[in-house]
């Protein structure tokens, strides 16, 4: 097993209950969350060591955030409790053809406010296998974006692999003018692997990718990524087909900067519990799959079961192990297991 570092902002989901719009009834719905935080909680699961680094609010709220974490494995020693206000987001769950929507309220944040926080990256990362960073915390801030960027340096200074999910968020980016093609491209750089789609390398490239089909598509973008990013070995995304808002279709694709092209058998996911969290427990997934060894076909295999599996699951967090996510690959049946 081994040591991952992911670096973000733990976030407070408000939800409306059930299937209704915000304050349609006067309750909401609380679960924790944040994109390298979902990652951290899965790597915990399947029984790595994942260490959260960030900066929370000083007060109740931050303190249940980490506790949290801290139930599911997750090393918090590295989170930084700061004055101000926790990041929030609001979600509304859409139904059959009402899409889902998101409301941010994370301006002004502790995290967004100290850019993230300040770190002893050399020690933080010490014998560490990954850092794992996302597009969501660049989008905060240029504080918050210098944060991300050094911590992608002292890793790579440190001779450890950086993991970047592109997670473009243009709510976020519009709400301070941030230039994202500019900032984003800085940090994919610095990466190993990314998990992005086509459209991801579209917004910082400033072009755009053709072909007949997804798979085609994400060829085109991920070969444009390798040639502008020469450090980056891989990169792997889900290919989500929407029959309507409970029913999804789900495969991943990943291209290899030797030309490599791999590709999964599509999933059909109907009746789903709540999308939130699944590309970052696929992201997990194809991470716990180069961390024990798995060859990369294998380890796109687990990273999609592991994300397929998500949308069961209420809240942000995945909390499956190894054994859920492997049993759902050798199709193990659906009858109650005693």
Sequence with gaps: MGKVVCFGELLLRLGAPGRGTLLQTPSLEVHVGGAEANVAVSLARFGHAAHMVGVVADNALGQAATGELRRHGVDISAVQRLPGRMGLYFLTTGAIHRPSQVLYDRAGSAFAQAGGGCHDWPALLAGADWLHVSGVTP???ADAARGTLEAMRAARAAGVRVSFDGNYRPQ???AWDGDAPALLHG???EADVMFASHRDIEVVLGRSF???TAQERFAAGAQAAFAAFPRLQRMAATVRVQRNVDHHALSAVALRRDG???????YEIPGIVDRIGTGDAFAAG???????GRDDADALRFGLAA???KHSLPGDFSTLDVAEVDAFLTQAGFDVRR
């Design 187 to 189: 940090l994919m750089a």
């Design 210 to 212: 053709d072909g007949a």
């Design 172 to 174: 976020l980016w519009q």
């Design 286 to 292: 194809v991470l716990h799959g180069d961390l024990t």
């Design 307 to 309: 994300g397929c599996l």
């Design 260 to 266: 490599r092209l791999l590709g999964t058998p599509e």
């Design 139 to 141: 989008a905060l801030g």
